[in-house]
């Protein structure tokens, strides 16, 4: 299990994080964020988005628990998913989610969807002065610490443990 914590100064450090993760991913992939309201977890997505090249503005799906962006070159749907108004998992297996061919992401999804995947990467993102803090934990042999230092920006120091 790998886990870091990275700084990011403003929205625009959180959204340019993200697209430097598209780089790392895989479909099939679970990104589980977490984080308080306004935490910066759809900023993150909008640049994993970004970076994937799939079709479609991320927006924060305010009426929509899950949406599904059409790939772009790189051939891996985003399936954005925002948990926050489900109760548990049995709510989350409602949904059917297809991970196949996506990379998943869930806002709110700690305590919900823990259980769709033993391989999952965990980001909490907590304030930090006038930015944020993201904590980086990687579950099962996809994220082992290597692939979990892939994610950092070139550079990066800030380990947890
Ligand atoms: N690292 C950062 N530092 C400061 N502000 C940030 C940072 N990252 C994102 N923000 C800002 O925080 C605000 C809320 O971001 P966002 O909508 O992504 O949060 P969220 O976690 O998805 O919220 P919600 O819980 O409502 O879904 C935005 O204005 C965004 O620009
Ligand atoms: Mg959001």
């Known amino acids: 299990m790998g886990r870091r914590a990275i700084h ?3 929205g625009e450090a959180t959204r340019a994080w993200g697209r430097a993760v598209a780089a790392h991913v895989r479909a099939g992939d679970l990104i589980v964020l977490t984080g308080e309201l306004g935490a910066g977890k759809t900023t993150f997505t909008r640049g994993l988005g970004e970076g994937l090249g799939v079709r479609g503005a991320v927006t924060s799906p305010t009426f929509v628990i899950a949406r599904r962006h059409p790939a772009g070159d ?18 989350i297996e409602d949904l059917d989610l297809d991970l196949v ?6 806002e709110w999804g700690a305590g919900r969807v823990d259980h769709l995947a033993d391989n999952r990467l965990e980001i909490t993102l907590v304030t930090a002065d006038a930015g944020r803090e993201a904590i980086v934990t990687g579950h099962g042999a996809r994220w082992d610490g290597a692939a979990v230092e892939a994610l950092l920006p070139p550079g990066h120091e800030g380990t947890v443990s």
Not at 101 to 106: D, E, L, M, R, S
């Open 74 to 91: 790189r051939g891996i749907d985003l399936l954005h998913v925002d948990a926050y108004r489900l109760h548990g998992p049995s709510e």
């Open 101 to 106: 061919g996506a990379v998943t992401v869930v």
């Open 8 to 10: 990011l100064a403003d």
